[in-house]
């Protein structure tokens, strides 16, 4: 099993609706998850960390980790075309290593 | 708020030629970290750096790649022998601490290798 894996997409959603983004990851990711958008030829962009079990909001992104299972998932509310990108899942394990999953294409549909 | 800058934005080079891609981390950062994206592919780790030594290094980062930090600020990678397969972006990415804080990665350079 890869460290981190995502389900490459795309993903289209009509504007207004909820997204939802998803990633596994393997035990040598253990410590913190994160999600980035990357925008075709940008940088990758942090939205949202999660490090304990449970929902953290912010604005408009919700991130859940359930240990247990070992999944991430990003869900975007009210999505606008804007959100339209490339989302990284991450995660990071106790030695500052990172690992990447592949990225989910998001398309939001006006 | 503070940023990760790299130069040059865009480098273009001859197949063979030493490239060397720079990069200033976030001043109170401790943790720098190399990447590339081959077009259309996923961000691939290269190499992982913290006082003053690498801490780990992909198998991509072989021995044409090296890294430096020579003066305090600046933390660059150095290509000695380019070849066309090298054509990606670079990313490079800092970290505040050993904890929970997240990458933040710079612009990055777009290595174009003719």
């Known amino acids: 099993q890869k460290e981190v894996e995502q389900n490459s997409g795309p993903l289209s959603v009509p504007e207004g609706a909820i997204a939802s983004l998803n990633c596994t990851y393997s035990?040598?990711?253990?410590?913190?998850f994160f999600w980035y958008r990357q925008y075709s030829g940008k940088s990758p962009e942090l939205i949202m960390s999660?490090?304990?079990?449970g929902d953290k909001e912010d604005g408009r992104f919700t991130a859940q980790l359930n240990k247990a299972s070992q999944y991430v998932s990003l869900l975007i509310r009210d999505s606008q075309p804007s959100d339209s990108a490339t989302y990284l899942c991450?995660?990071?394990?106790?030695?500052?290593?990172?690992?990447f999953g592949t990225g989910t294409s998001l398309t939001v549909i006006p | 708020e503070p940023e990760v800058t790299q130069t040059p934005s865009h480098q273009v080079t001859q197949m063979g030629q030493e490239v060397i891609l720079r990069c200033v981390p976030i001043?109170?950062?401790?943790?720098f970290y190399w990447y590339r994206q081959i077009l259309g592919q996923k961000v691939e780790f290269l190499v992982s750096?913290?006082?003053?030594?690498?801490?780990?290094k992909s198998e991509i980062f072989d021995d044409q790649f090296s890294v430096e930090r020579p003066d305090g600020s600046n933390f660059t990678l150095k290509i000695r022998s380019t070849k066309l397969e090298d054509s990606a972006m670079y990313f490079c990415?800092?970290?505040?601490?050993?904890?929970?804080?997240?990458?933040?990665f710079g612009n990055g350079t777009r290595l174009t290798v003719t």
């Open positions: 990415a800092s970290k505040q601490d050993r904890g929970n804080s997240p990458l933040h």
């Open positions: 035990d040598r990711v253990s410590q913190s």
């Open positions: 999660i490090y304990s079990n």
């Open positions: 991450a995660g990071s394990n106790t030695g500052n290593q990172f690992y």
């Open positions: 001043s109170n950062h401790l943790y």
């Open positions: 750096f913290y006082n003053n030594e690498i801490s780990e």
